[in-house]
């Protein structure tokens, strides 16, 4: 597997079969959707802040909105918020922490020269291309792209349903594909992971980083071909004129049923938060305990605790449906089964803290982003409760109080994962250091105006103002929220301009930053015993393991406070 | 001491209220139902327990992150946490908060499900009304002086307009005629999915006259937003005269000018000329 022989441009960058290379490639494409779906956001705020105003020219709003004078019209503000939701989703986070750091980090975190499959693990990342492609022509499409929400509910997204034009069946198309490209990812990283560990690395010796990638995996094998089946039967209603999801008035036919779609959607959809949010625990775990120079606390605990939740998750899909009507039993089994989640995440916070507690902590960029997963999750965590809570959620399902909570799950939680793993891998990616002065100021920007549009926005879900609409300025009971909109808004315009010091480090500190050393931050697992540039192949003999992953301040190394997973302790 | 600094700062709220968190200054609609306080306490109850949880975790975190930040002379402990004492202490963290938390407000949810949401009234006293939504409008039924739906002397009111009498209990039952909508009052605290295929029911009981709005909350196309009914609660004389007033006087569909209005950009073939369901008995 190991080939150590010149390979031209073609099969070196792009078409590449080297495992970092491909992460790279992910990373860039996420991160591109990332500013591409936060400034869609952008524009969505603008109509909620100032309904029916023009957009002005510093959010491009006359090229954007040229037809309408810079006003963003009903049609296109619902297609706003549909694509702000899936690409974010689709095509930001799971590329940045999966597709990126699932196929940088697991072989040289396990010791493997490579993915099991390389080659699948090319046609993954160019499916997802291939995927992004077919979504970014939905917006070239003279009625414009999909706009029936990013859980695009028949019959509404169903042809009958109302919404002009072709783009909800690319948005379809487009998701399937990228729905193929993550199970291709899914099961090479489980197989990479079961059959791939160096000699030694037991699963309780892995980083908690791979355990989150691989539960996560494990999650997406299972419950990705249950969503993609249920997009092909859309697909098939939106194409050939099957009435899979369509009933009720617009039926021509009987037996369709558009409450099986959100089952399906579901069923895949909430194990999605998880699969989005089990890597970045993985990392955070492993984060604090490197920058607290301390053995991560109740490393196995933790491992089982996210095992449980990842479980768990399967099972909780109907509390997204308490007011579709769903039976009583069914309702107070899901309430159950969500609110045991809370034991074992109580788990695993103690454990954070249990890190942090009597270490030597040191604050560089990727340690103050990791621990702000524990405030921001924290909160996004805690306020699952009320929408877990049957009674509550009747009023507040479907307000502004749900965006708010899973931005602070997904969104907040999940990005901040992503920048505490980007500038902590960022020199063994690129063999250069991040400025830690702009990392630093980045967090700050970032964090403090990031709170600010969540927490108020579950404040306005909490008045009862109501999502996905056009102009809030129509109902009576929000018009005295309405300022809070507006600074929201502003607030929101601060996160997104913070994040061009953040692309300004990386592409600077890409090109022109300090030279890293192998290990910069001095941590325990194995990519950082490798030296730069890590060759197509990775490791010159498989390493063998002694230690767990978190080896720090052990006593019985004498002249530094860490000791690599390949490095027997002398006694 | 707390209320005097709140109520200090509420005092304060032009100057505070555009820099500090909208929370001091945005509450829910007034409740003017019969269960809704239900679900107002349930939601204090998880604001303070949060609100506990969430101040340890910070607290810890900071008082950790001033008392074992790096400096010189100062060494990590090495230690992995995974003693018995260690994991007995972070299962009983688990447990602590599934039973302070989980459990009460499971307690108090079922509770009033079967007391309340779930409990739906029986007898003379009930005011029954069928909901239809279509894109983008609601339209109400009532069943008229022979007490039942799908016959000639049923009350049809303008669109969007929903009268209910004050301190009768009221069940709902609605199906929509095209795509998912959500029948929301957030001055009720109610929520009702309406999806096509099924016909759902709720209830409540209102304790204020007054008119209140009615809002779609599920996203269903262009004008979801512009979906707005109004329930007007009348006094029970007030209720019986606009009901009178409903009376139809020929069997003209004039009730049915209003359909396809120009916000309609749905594929539909016009209304159905029967579009309600004969009242489903609830056990």
Redesign the interface.
Same mark, same amino acid.
């Given at each position: 597997m190991s080939e150590h022989h010149e390979q031209s441009f073609w099969s070196k960058y792009i078409f590449s079969l080297d495992h970092k290379v491909i992460g790279k490639q992910f990373l860039w494409l996420g991160l591109f959707f990332v500013l591409f779906g936060g400034f869609q956001a952008l524009l969505m705020r603008w109509q909620l802040a100032y309904p029916e105003q023009p957009v002005p020219w510093w959010l491009l709003g006359d090229i954007l909105f040229s037809g309408t004078g810079g006003i963003i019209d =009903?049609?296109k503000y619902?297609a706003l918020f549909t694509m702000h939701g899936t690409i974010m989703i689709f095509w930001a986070i799971t590329p940045l922490l999966i597709g990126a750091f699932g196929n940088f980090v697991i072989p040289l975190q396990i010791g493997a020269r490579d993915m099991a499959f390389p080659k699948l693990n090319m046609i993954s990342f160019w499916t997802m291309v291939l995927a992004s492609l077919v979504l970014l022509a939905s917006y070239l499409l003279p009625d414009g792209t999909a706009?029936?929400?990013w859980t695009s *509910?028949?019959?509404?997204s169903s042809?009958?349903?109302? !919404? $002009?034009g072709e783009g909800q069946t690319l948005w379809t198309l487009a998701l399937t594909l990228a729905g193929t490209s993550s199970m291709m990812g899914a099961i090479n990283y489980i197989i990479t992971v079961v059959r791939l560990r160096a000699p030694g690395m037991t699963y309780f010796k892995m980083p908690l980083t791979v355990w989150g990638l691989w539960l996560t995996s494990i999650l997406n094998a299972i419950f990705v071909p249950v969503i993609a089946a249920g997009l092909i039967l859309l697909l098939m209603d939106r194409t050939i004129g099957t009435q899979f999801f !369509?009933?009720?008035?617009?039926?021509t036919v009987d037996g369709?049923? =558009?409450?099986l779609y959100q089952h399906v959607f579901w069923i895949f959809g909430h194990p999605e938060v998880y699969i989005l949010i089990l890597p970045a625990w993985g990392i955070v775990s492993d984060l604090l305990s490197v920058f607290?120079?301390?053995? $991560?606390?109740?490393?196995?605990?933790t491992a089982i605790a996210m095992t449980t939740v990842a479980s768990l998750s399967m099972l909780v899909w109907g509390h997204h449906m308490y007011?579709?009507?769903m039976s =009583?039993l069914l309702g107070?089994s899901f309430?159950?089964l969500t609110?045991?989640i809370?034991?074992?995440s109580?788990?695993f916070?103690?454990?954070w803290?249990?890190?942090?507690?009597?270490?030597?902590?040191?604050?560089d960029t990727p340690m103050l982003f990791a621990?702000s997963v524990?405030?921001v999750f924290?909160?996004g965590g805690?306020?699952g409760?009320?929408n877990?809570?049957?009674? $509550?959620d009747?009023?507040?399902? #479907?307000?502004m109080f749900v965006v708010g909570h899973f931005h602070y799950t997904m969104a907040a939680s999940v990005l901040f994962g992503s920048f505490a793993a980007i500038y902590f891998w960022f020199p063994k990616m690129f063999e250069r250091k991040m400025n830690p002065f702009l990392g630093k100021l980045h967090f700050w920007v970032s964090f403090i105006p990031l709170n *600010?549009v969540f927490?108020?926005m579950m404040?306005?879900g909490?008045?009862?103002h109501?999502?996905? !609409?056009? #102009?809030?300025s129509?109902? #009576?009971?929000i018009k =005295?929220?309405m300022?809070?909109n507006e600074?929201i808004t502003w607030f929101a315009i601060a996160l997104g301009l913070a994040q061009l010091i953040f692309v300004y480090n990386f592409i600077h500190s890409m090109i022109k930053g300090e030279k890293a050393e192998a290990n910069p931050w001095g941590a325990a697992t194995l990519e950082w015993t490798l030296e730069a540039p890590i060759p197509h192949g990775n490791f010159e003999t498989v390493p063998t393991i002694y230690n767990?992953p978190?080896e720090?301040?052990?006593?019985k190394v004498k002249d530094r #406070?860490w000791i690599s997973q390949s490095e027997p302790i002398s006694s | 001491m707390m209320n005097q600094i709140t109520l200090w700062i509420k005092k304060q709220g032009h100057l505070f209220?555009?820099a500090s968190?909208? /929370?001091w +200054?945005?509450?829910?609609?007034k409740d003017v139902s019969l269960d %809704?306080y239900?679900?107002d306490k349930?939601?204090q109850y998880?604001d303070l327990v949060?609100t506990i &949880? @969430?101040g340890i975790?910070?607290l810890?975190?900071l008082y @950790?992150?001033v008392k074992?930040?790096?400096?010189p002379g100062?060494?990590?402990? &090495?230690?992995? %946490?995974?003693s018995k004492k260690?994991?007995m202490?972070?299962?009983a963290? %688990?447990? /602590?908060? +599934?039973f302070s938390?989980?459990t009460v407000?499971?307690t108090?949810? @079922?509770r009033?499900?079967k007391e309340a +949401?779930?409990n739906f009234p029986k007898g003379e006293n009930v005011v029954r009304v069928e909901v239809m939504p279509?894109?983008f409008a609601w339209n109400f039924r009532y069943p008229g002086a022979d007490g039942k739906f799908n016959t000639d002397d049923d009350l049809i009111p303008a669109q969007n307009q929903m009268h209910v009498p004050v301190g009768k209990p009221i069940v709902i039952q609605i199906?929509?005629?095209?795509?998912?909508h959500?029948f &929301?009052i957030?001055?009720f605290?109610?929520?009702?999915?309406a999806?096509?295929?099924?016909v759902?029911?709720m209830w409540f009981q209102a304790l204020e006259t007054g008119e209140f709005?009615i809002?779609c909350?599920? /996203?269903? %196309?262009?004008?979801?937003?512009?979906m707005?009914g109004y329930l007007t609660v009348d006094s029970q004389e007030d209720y019986e005269n606009w009901l009178l007033s409903l009376a139809p006087e020929d069997d003209d569909e004039d009730e049915w000018d209003d359909w396809g209005d120009d916000e309609?950009?749905?594929?539909?073939d016009g209304p159905?000329a029967d579009?309600g369901w004969a009242w489903k008995e609830i056990k």
């Open positions: =009903p049609d619902n706009a029936g929400g *509910y028949p019959p509404l042809p009958v349903g109302g !919404i $002009a !369509i009933s009720g008035g617009l039926a369709g049923d =558009p409450l607290s120079r301390k053995p $991560a606390f109740g490393y196995k605990v007011t579709t009507g =009583p107070k309430m159950f609110l045991l809370s034991i074992p109580a788990m916070f103690f454990n803290l249990g890190t942090l507690w009597k270490g030597s902590i040191k604050f621990m524990m405030w924290g909160i805690l306020t409760l009320y877990a809570t049957i009674t $509550a009747i009023y507040l399902h #479907d307000t *600010y927490f108020n404040v306005l909490y008045g009862g109501h999502r996905r !609409i056009y #102009d809030p129509n109902y #009576d009971f =005295p929220m300022w809070l600074y767990g978190h720090y301040s052990n006593p #406070d | 209220k555009k968190w909208g /929370l +200054f945005i509450a829910p609609p %809704g239900r679900i349930v939601i998880t949060i &949880y @969430f975790v910070i810890a975190m @950790f992150v074992y930040r790096a400096r100062h060494k990590a402990d &090495y230690d992995h %946490g995974n260690h994991v202490a972070t299962l963290v %688990g447990l /602590l908060v +599934f938390v989980d407000i499971e108090m949810s @079922f009033d499900l +949401f779930w279509q894109q199906a929509p005629w095209d795509v998912i959500s &929301y957030p001055n605290r109610v929520k009702q999915d999806t096509p295929g099924m759902n029911a709005e809002a909350a599920e /996203l269903c %196309g262009n004008s979801h937003y512009k707005k309609e950009t749905a594929a539909s159905p579009w």
